[in-house]
C-alpha cells in the first residue's frame, strides 16, 4: 500500500532569503526539525523551482519551496502492562519515575519489557509522529 502523502508550498520572501535550505524549511514549518529536513532532502522530498537542491543550497528571493511529508508510519512496537510510578501526566506530556535498571528502548537483547512498551500502554493511540514514524521519543 503505497503511504500518503501531505505536499506544502512557499515561496521565500525577504526574510527567509540566504538561509540554508535545511534552516529555512525549520522555519517555514514549525513541525519539522533540521535533521528531519537534512533526511527530506536526502530523499528527495524538499524541492526548489522544481529541482532537489543540494543541502548546502541558500534560499533565494522568490524561490518555490515544495515540501512533501509522508504521512507517520506505524510502529511495530506494542503495548506492555508493565507497572510504572508516573509523576506527572496531560495531553502533551508524561513523566514518569523510571525504575533503575529498567531499559528505555527496545533493542537487540530487549525486545519488550523497557520502558517504552509502559508508556505506548498507558498513552494507547495518542502518541505523536516523528522522523516519519509514529513511535515514542524521551526529552530532558
Keep these: 500500500m503505497a503511504q500518503e502523502k501531505n505536499k506544502s508550498e512557499y515561496i521565500i520572501q525577504e526574510e527567509n532569503k540566504g538561509l540554508r535550505i535545511d534552516k529555512c524549511i525549520t522555519i517555514l514549518d514549525n513541525e519539522i ?3 528531519a529536513a ?8 524538499i524541492k526548489v523551482n522544481g529541482n532537489t537542491p543540494k ?3 541558500k534560499t533565494v528571493l522568490n524561490d518555490k519551496i515544495e515540501i512533501i511529508k509522508s504521512k507517520p508510519k506505524e510502529t511495530s512496537l506494542k503495548g506492555q502492562d508493565i ?5 506527572y501526566e496531560d495531553k502533551d506530556i508524561i513523566v514518569v519515575n523510571k525504575p533503575k ?3 528505555v528502548h ?3 537483547g530487549n525486545p519488550d519489557g523497557t520502558l517504552v512498551n509502559a508508556i505506548m500502554n498507558i498513552c494507547k493511540g ?3 509522529g ?3 514514524e509514529i513511535r515514542p521519543r524521551n526529552c530532558t
Excluded: F, K, T
Design 33 to 35: 526539525s533540521r535533521m
Design 38 to 45: 537534512q533526511r527530506m532532502l536526502e530523499e528527495g522530498n
Design 55 to 57: 543541502p548546502s543550497y
Design 83 to 87: 507497572p510504572i510510578d508516573i509523576l
Design 101 to 103: 535498571g529498567m531499559v
Design 106 to 108: 527496545p533493542a537487540n
Design 126 to 128: 495518542s502518541l505523536s
Design 130 to 132: 516523528i522522523g516519519g
